[in-house]
């Protein structure tokens, strides 16, 4: 068969940190959706130029990715209907991946905001000084202006003070009424988001075009250090399991159920929808506590590669802004070497330049349908089988072609990650109220 360097498929489902609540989710019905682009992506790079963007499908570009994740923190029924962003359902990735167009204050204003699955907090840009990116240069030498949300011009923000209930850092305010400060750190050595709280009105709207805006609690970021000083950052999205977790506030304000589903296809183009509970007849595993209520955590009881069943149990995060997946030892030994003694290919030699251990180089004779297939077993006997575990790229000079497991040894934190290259070409649910991870096959266009 034909080898394209489009193996790789990204389903965003989303995600940057972490949180948890409930709320009034019971009483609502309604749900919200729209797309969402791969920062790499061929349309990102129409819209925002490729100028410092590695080559979709090359090596650095699939480096650039691992090199993200390990700067990152982990800190339906089909009549149902879907709420999005009030620009619409397109989205784009500025800097961990993915991004969404989202509108917020009166008058409204946009920005570029990476979503995330593995942190709570939403924040923006705001009243930035140097530590600031402010622009991004395209392909032609244009640059394009990256806002910054100042609470000042819009009529419908607010303070925040540290009597608030979502104040986390109360015990360093001068008194009840001072603005109530905020400060979010990242693995990335120095990176992190410091500021203030504030409220205001993120604009959302149904399929329809019915509006349904809602007052949020966000950080109004004066400060981004680290990481935030090398990529163009306009915010950041938290879609885990807190109560300032934007999902949760959107139940507070009745504009969508406790639930939401992501979806990430071919070439990064995905959707996601708040209020999405899923369809009867997608599988379904219960969500657990073990590493952090905050995360999207499973119990994985076995995992099959090939005809080789691993008996086995652990737990793992779904992480939508980790771009591959992590595993601890023993389990990342056992996948990838059953993996490896299935596969025909010759493996290539280890490259330190190579962050993956486990790379084959393409002949004539290569067929990915004959390549051992990766399954896991969840608590409540679910399978959830990866459709592409594998990534294709060019040699550095051309001449040929290599594909690797997308699977890297974690050595970096305590726990296991599922990143979106195993998400790919499934509609992931994130049933908050019910505690449930669901998941279905889906092209993730609609």
Same mark, same amino acid.
């Given at each position: 068969?034909?080898?394209?360097?489009?193996? %790789?498929?990204?389903? +965003?489902?989303?995600?940057? %940190?972490?949180?948890?609540?409930?709320?009034?989710?019971?009483? !609502?019905?309604?749900?919200?959706?729209?797309?969402? *682009? *791969?920062?790499?992506?061929?349309?990102?790079?129409?819209?925002?130029?490729?100028?410092?963007?590695?080559?979709?499908?090359?090596?650095?570009?699939?480096?650039?990715?691992? $090199?993200?994740?390990?700067?990152?923190?982990?800190?339906?029924?089909?009549?149902?209907?879907?709420?999005?962003?009030?620009? /619409?359902?397109?989205?784009?990735? @500025?800097? +961990?991946? $993915?991004?969404?167009?989202?509108?917020?204050?009166?008058?409204?204003?946009?920005?570029?905001?990476? %979503?995330?699955? /593995?942190?709570?907090?939403?924040?923006?840009?705001?009243?930035?000084?140097?530590?600031?990116?402010?622009?991004?240069?395209?392909?032609? /030498?244009?640059?394009?202006?990256?806002?910054?949300?100042?609470?000042? @011009?819009?009529?419908?923000?607010?303070?925040?003070?540290?009597? &608030?209930?979502?104040?986390?850092?109360?015990?360093?305010?001068?008194?009840? %009424? &001072?603005?109530?400060?905020?400060?979010?750190?990242?693995?990335?050595?120095?990176?992190?988001?410091?500021?203030?709280?504030?409220?205001?009105?993120? *604009?959302?709207?149904?399929?329809?075009?019915?509006?349904?805006?809602?007052?949020?609690?966000?950080?109004?970021?004066?400060?981004?250090?680290?990481?935030?000083?090398?990529?163009?950052?306009?915010?950041?999205?938290?879609?885990? =399991?807190? #109560?300032?977790?934007?999902?949760?506030?959107?139940?507070?304000?009745?504009?969508?159920?406790? &639930?939401?589903? =992501?979806?990430?296809?071919?070439?990064?183009?995905?959707?996601?929808?708040?209020?999405?509970?899923?369809?009867?007849?997608?599988?379904?595993?219960?969500?657990?506590?073990?590493?952090?209520?905050?995360?999207?955590?499973?119990?994985?009881?076995?995992?099959?590669? /090939?005809?080789?069943?691993?008996?086995?149990?652990?737990?793992?995060?779904?992480?939508?802004?980790?771009? !591959?997946?992590?595993?601890?030892?023993?389990?990342?030994?056992?996948?990838?070497?059953?993996? *490896?003694?299935?596969?025909?290919?010759?493996?290539?030699?280890? #490259?330190?330049?190579?962050?993956?251990?486990?790379?084959? @180089?393409?002949?004539?004779?290569?067929?990915?349908?004959?390549?051992?297939?990766?399954? +896991?077993?969840?608590?409540?006997?679910?399978?959830?089988?990866?459709?592409?575990?594998?990534?294709?790229?060019?040699?550095?000079?051309?001449?040929?072609?290599?594909?690797?497991?997308?699977?890297?040894?974690?050595?970096?934190?305590?726990?296991?990650?599922?990143?979106?290259? +195993?998400?790919?070409?499934?509609?992931?649910?994130? #049933?908050?109220?019910?505690?449930?991870?669901?998941?279905?096959?889906?092209?993730? =266009?609609?």
């Amino acid at each position: 068969m034909i080898w394209s360097n489009g193996n %790789l498929r990204w389903m +965003f489902q989303f995600g940057f %940190l972490c949180f948890m609540s409930l709320g009034l989710a019971s009483s !609502v019905s309604g749900s919200l959706s729209f797309e969402i *682009h *791969h920062r790499f992506s061929e349309q990102v790079k129409t819209v925002l130029g490729g100028h410092g963007l590695p080559e979709m499908g090359s090596l650095d570009y699939y480096k650039a990715l691992v $090199h993200r994740d390990r700067g990152r923190r982990l800190t339906s029924n089909n009549n149902q209907t879907t709420i999005s962003f009030a620009q /619409g359902n397109s989205t784009e990735e @500025i800097s +961990f991946l $993915h991004y969404a167009n989202v509108t917020i204050g009166t008058p409204a204003q946009w920005f570029l905001v990476a %979503l995330d699955t /593995g942190s709570d907090l939403f924040w923006l840009p705001c009243n930035c000084n140097s530590t600031c990116i402010r622009s991004m240069e395209t392909d032609q /030498g244009e640059r394009i202006r990256l806002n910054s949300y100042n609470p000042s @011009i819009s009529t419908s923000s607010s303070k925040v003070t540290c009597n &608030s209930t979502l104040c986390e850092l109360r015990n360093r305010c001068i008194s009840p %009424l &001072s603005d109530c400060p905020y400060r979010i750190r990242y693995l990335s050595p120095g990176s992190r988001s410091t500021g203030v709280l504030v409220e205001d009105v993120i *604009h959302m709207s149904t399929e329809e075009g019915e509006a349904r805006d809602a007052r949020i609690t966000f950080g109004c970021s004066e400060t981004q250090l680290g990481l935030f000083q090398e990529t163009a950052v306009n915010g950041i999205m938290g879609l885990a =399991m807190a #109560d300032i977790a934007v999902p949760n506030m959107l139940v507070k304000a009745g504009v969508a159920s406790d &639930s939401f589903s =992501m979806c990430f296809g071919p070439n990064g183009k995905g959707t996601i929808s708040f209020g999405d509970k899923g369809s009867s007849d997608q599988l379904e595993t219960p969500l657990g506590a073990t590493i952090s209520p905050l995360f999207y955590e499973v119990s994985i009881t076995k995992f099959k590669v /090939g005809k080789v069943t691993v008996e086995t149990k652990f737990s793992a995060i779904f992480d939508s802004g980790t771009a !591959v997946t992590w595993l601890l030892e023993p389990y990342y030994t056992a996948l990838t070497t059953n993996y *490896h003694l299935s596969v025909p290919d010759r493996r290539l030699p280890a #490259d330190v330049d190579n962050p993956f251990e486990f790379c084959y @180089i393409i002949t004539s004779t290569s067929d990915e349908e004959k390549l051992p297939s990766i399954s +896991f077993e969840m608590k409540g006997g679910a399978v959830y089988n990866v459709f592409s575990p594998i990534l294709v790229f060019d040699s550095s000079d051309g001449s040929f072609q290599v594909y690797c497991l997308a699977v890297l040894k974690q050595d970096k934190a305590d726990f296991n990650i599922i990143g979106q290259n +195993f998400m790919t070409n499934y509609r992931i649910v994130h #049933d908050r109220e019910k505690k449930i991870l669901g998941w279905k096959k889906s092209n993730c =266009m609609s």
